[in-house]
């Protein structure tokens, strides 16, 4: 739809979404369900389905279902609100429709969260990789501690701690439970956890 590089379009049937009440500074303009087969439209290339885990939950078939009749979009985008407080099991269900329905997905943990990806993916519509790329921190050594202090546990003291003794990223996701036991500050709980983020299968068997 031409409309959707002015606007982000939505189906008629989002409009009692509370997250479309934190979209502030883009314009919201909304189709008949029958025509569009994306819940947004953050640009004329760019689906948006929405889901959230507590929907998930009492209607386990309807992720696949929409998946389905979505269609062929340049970027496919799977927008989910994480509202439930234990949301191991749905969105494990959540992760496996986005990945089999190559669907990028994304967590939001509040409704505001979920309107800013919205926005921002209306925003970059029309900009290459090197603009996202651009707000990256090009500073290697403080990414790889950045991404180390978002496993559950490790904080930055941890993740330098980790950098030293292992000199890579790499190298940390290598180490053996008896190697990381060696690395001052790193104590039972923690290396557990690091084993479980490096060496247990993404999608369980």
């Not at 008949?32 to 078939?61: K, Y």
């Not at 985008?77 to 997905?105: M, N, W, Y």
């Not at 707000?135 to 490790?154: F, S």
Request: net charge neutral.
């Amino acid at each position: 739809m031409a409309r959707s590089s002015q606007a982000i379009v939505a189906r008629t049937r989002q409009q009692a979404n509370p997250v479309l009440s934190c979209i502030r500074s883009t314009l919201v303009e909304f189709v008949a369900d029958d025509t569009l087969s994306a819940d947004f439209l953050a640009g004329p290339d760019t689906a948006v389905l929405f889901i959230s885990l507590r929907f998930q939950r009492v209607h386990p078939e309807y992720l696949d279902r929409r998946i389905q009749g979505l269609g062929e979009w340049r970027n496919r985008i799977l927008l989910c609100r994480v509202d439930v407080e234990q949301p191991e099991e749905a969105l494990e269900q959540v992760t496996l429709a986005a990945f089999h329905g190559k669907l990028s997905l994304l967590l939001a943990w509040t409704d505001a969260e979920a309107a800013a990806y919205i926005e921002t993916l209306h925003r970059y519509q029309s900009k290459g990789a090197e603009a996202l790329m651009g707000r990256l921190n090009q500073d290697h050594h403080a990414r790889h501690l950045e991404v180390l202090t978002t496993i559950k546990g490790i904080n930055k003291t941890d993740a330098a701690a980790l950098s030293t003794c292992f000199g890579s990223f790499a190298g940390v996701a290598k180490a053996s439970s008896e190697d990381l036991q060696r690395c001052s500050g790193i104590g039972d709980k923690k290396v557990r956890q690091l084993s479980n983020v490096f060496h247990k299968p993404f999608f369980p068997r």
